[in-house]
Nanobody, 115 residues
Framework: QVQLVESGGGLVQAGGSLRLSCVAS????????IRWYRQAPGKQRELVAA???????IYKDSVKGRFTISRDNAKNTVYLQMSSLKPEDTAVYIC?????????WGQGTQVTVSA
């Protein structure tokens, strides 16, 4: 069983920055990958960014150039650095880890961007 704990959310003005953290209860090096999703009220959950154990990364088109996913294997932590935030980035951001068909989810952290 993998437990994930997110932190770093908050209220920020448009154009501001936040860094989210996702701490795993196991070594993230052995996991197939970790993803950040977000879910806004009344909308479907959407994939924002992902990183694999091999170091590959992918991003949702609308966040490319503004968000950066990174990992610190020694701390079992994956980060999501968010810059140039927009009101449409407002959502609960949720960390997901996947490993050989199993999915694990954190509780999420709220990000609110004011205009």
């Amino acid at each position: 069983q993998v437990q994930l704990v997110e932190s770093g959310g908050g209220l920020v003005q448009a154009g501001g920055s936040l860094r989210l953290s996702c701490v795993a209860s196991v070594s993230i090096f052995r996991l197939n990958g970790i993803r950040w999703y977000r879910q806004a009220p009344g909308k479907q959950r959407e994939l924002v960014a992902a990183t694999t154990s091999g170091g590959s990364t992918i991003y949702k088109d609308s966040v490319k150039g503004r968000f950066t996913i990174s990992r610190d294997n020694a701390k079992n932590t994956v980060y999501l650095q968010m810059s140039s935030l927009k009101p449409e980035d407002t959502a609960v951001y949720i960390c997901n880890a996947y490993d050989f068909g199993a999915n694990y989810w954190g509780q999420g952290t709220q990000v609110t961007v004011s205009a």
